[in-house]
């Protein structure tokens, strides 16, 4: 069974998006994300997947999560009708990523066995938000709070939960 980690940036509202896109640029973020997720096995929903700029991520096992499959067979990623098939297409890799959207975080956040969450602290516009965490099924392992400067706006802070075993 693959190790199945929830990746987020999420601002202290719990906004994650605006308009189908991040409503922040933290480039310190983006390589800590690329640096986590390549060679492996990455699952996000279609909204999310057609956000991404350059189409299927680079070194890393993309599955798309569609209301239905598609007519052509897709070159680059993989697709699945549901999160169980797309958990199926990535059975065999040793760490699978949730990447978003809010709907594909809100059916896994139960099933997840860890999350790497980067809190940026500040406000943004936005008009889609991650479901809120029980922080009682969570224990923070990790914690690096960095300082914005002149790449990174804003202050944030890369942090490792796993879930509390019962």
């Not at 980690?5 to 640029?25: E, M, Q, R, T």
């Not at 990447?99 to 500040?122: F, N, P």
């Amino acid at each position: 069974m693959s190790k199945l980690s929830i990746i987020v940036a999420i601002a202290d509202d719990y906004a994650i998006g605006c308009a189908n896109k991040l409503p922040w640029h933290l480039p310190a973020d983006l390589k800590h994300f690329k640096n986590l997720t390549s060679g492996h096995a990455v699952i996000m929903g279609r909204k999310t997947f057609e956000s991404l700029p350059n189409g299927a991520l680079p070194n890393r096992k993309n599955i798309v999560l569609r209301s239905r499959l598609s007519d052509e067979t897709p070159r680059d990623y993989f697709e699945a009708t549901s999160l169980n098939d797309a958990l199926e297409i990535a059975k065999n890799e040793e760490q699978v990523f949730i990447i978003g959207g809010s709907k594909v975080y809100e059916q896994c956040l139960d099933r997840v066995d860890s999350m790497y969450i980067t809190w940026i602290h500040a406000k943004f516009e936005a008009d889609t938000f991650f479901p809120k965490i029980d922080f009682s099924q969570w224990k923070e392992i990790s914690r690096t709070d960095c300082k914005a400067d002149e790449k990174n706006p804003c202050d944030y802070s890369f942090v490792f939960y796993e879930r509390i075993k019962n």
